[in-house]
């Protein structure tokens, strides 16, 4: 869809939700590149009935003109937020709509000091409305455009495991072992990595989020190792779980019980089923081997814009899958003071079903 269509879409949401409002000024950045292009970190965009204004600072002049599209451009010597706020007064002076105009912010992102600036700035005459994540909703559902993003962020990521894979040794740091990816991946054209890479070995395996340390790769057991990277402003996000030297029967068997429940988990991912019912059937295969009360987090996530979006594939979660969206599933056991094991992948759900976005073989890789 044209970045135009988004903001016609949300003007129409805006009209039609109740509350309904007059203007919804949005300041998140992943919402900001969704709905008009624009990539920067200050910025603030207001979408009225009569269409769309876009806010930044001399910073971002020539990078805001390059990149929005659908909305007129203002370039101010302050803060985004507050040339929203004279664009407010002036818009409410010219505007014959009613006495108090009703301007939605972002619930989940303004912070209190934002909104007593605000509060402060349009000195009364407003009423402020805390929405819900209407613009995070409408990004759940990925258009083919955005689709052929993620596929790309996804299999340059899978490329990048091979740079993992070689730099995995006993001895080394785990540092390192980041570094390598990371510096492969700035050469393959990555924008930046979509978030702090996770190579976490030995005892440290066992931390779910155990970032690269200087901690060395102990002689024999798991390694974490979870990345992913940022390409046209879309993540990709996987793990693989390597294994130095010959693994005990119990870890081997430990690992095939990840590798069926994350099996089982990608199988259940269709349209009309519940992302509840996604984490239930990873889970249901990690109890059946003794191993449930070791898998301590939710089977995944949606990525986009950002590594983590919905919809949420956790416990009792009740958002149905619908094509278009893209998340993640990553079951893991992780038995603190001896080992972790996860494994990860990004599923595409499609009109019949799902695809797997990740072509990175799942058999236990040992070194
Ligand atoms: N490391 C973040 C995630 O996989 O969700
Ligand atoms: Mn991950
Ligand atoms: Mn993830």
Redesign the pocket.
């Known amino acids: 869809m044209a970045l135009q269509g988004r903001i016609k879409s949300l003007q129409q949401e805006l009209t039609t939700s109740r509350p309904s409002c007059d203007a919804f000024l949005i300041t998140h950045s992943p919402n900001l590149c969704y709905l008009c292009g624009f990539t920067g970190s200050a910025g603030a965009l207001i979408v009225s009935k009569n269409g769309a204004t876009f806010f930044s600072d001399g910073r971002y002049r020539t990078q805001a003109r390059e990149e929005v599209r659908g909305a007129r451009i203002v370039i101010v010597p302050k803060s985004p937020l507050s040339a929203a706020a004279d664009w407010l007064l002036a818009f409410k002076k010219t505007s014959k709509l009613r006495s108090r105009l009703s301007v939605g912010i972002e619930a989940e992102h303004v912070t209190v000091a934002a909104r007593s600036r605000l509060i402060r700035a349009l000195a009364g005459g407003f009423r402020l409305r805390a929405l819900g994540p209407l613009v995070e909703q409408a990004r759940m559902i990925k258009d083919p455009e955005e689709v052929q993003k993620i596929r790309r962020a996804a299999l340059l990521g899978s490329a990048l495991f091979d740079k993992v894979l070689k730099a995995v040794r006993p001895g080394a740091t785990e540092s390192a072992v980041a570094a390598e990816l990371e510096y492969a991946a700035r050469r393959a054209g990555a924008e930046a990595m979509s978030f702090s890479t ?1 190579i976490a070995s030995g005892k440290r395996s066992a931390l779910p989020h155990g970032h690269a340390s200087n901690s060395a790769i102990p002689p024999r057991g798991f390694v974490v190792c ?3 990277v940022i390409l046209a402003s879309y993540c990709s ?3 693989r779980t390597i294994h130095v030297c010959r693994p005990t029967a119990e870890a081997r068997s430990a690992y095939e019980a990840v590798r069926s429940a994350q099996q089982a988990g990608v199988e259940a991912i269709k349209p009309g089923v519940t992302s509840g019912e996604v984490d239930a059937a990873t889970r249901k295969v990690l109890v059946q081997r003794g191993l449930g009360k070791y898998f301590t987090h939710s089977t995944g996530h949606g990525v986009g814009l950002e590594i983590h979006e919905g919809p949420r594939l956790a416990a009792g979660q009740t958002e149905v899958l619908r094509p278009g969206m893209v998340v ?1 599933v ?1 079951p893991g056991v992780y038995i603190a003071g001896k080992w972790g094991i996860r494994i ?1 992948d990004m599923v595409l759900v499609t009109e019949t079903g799902h695809e797997v976005l990740t072509p990175t073989k799942k058999e236990m890789i040992v070194i």
């Open positions: 996770i979870d990345f992913g996000d996987m793990t993640t990553e990860e």
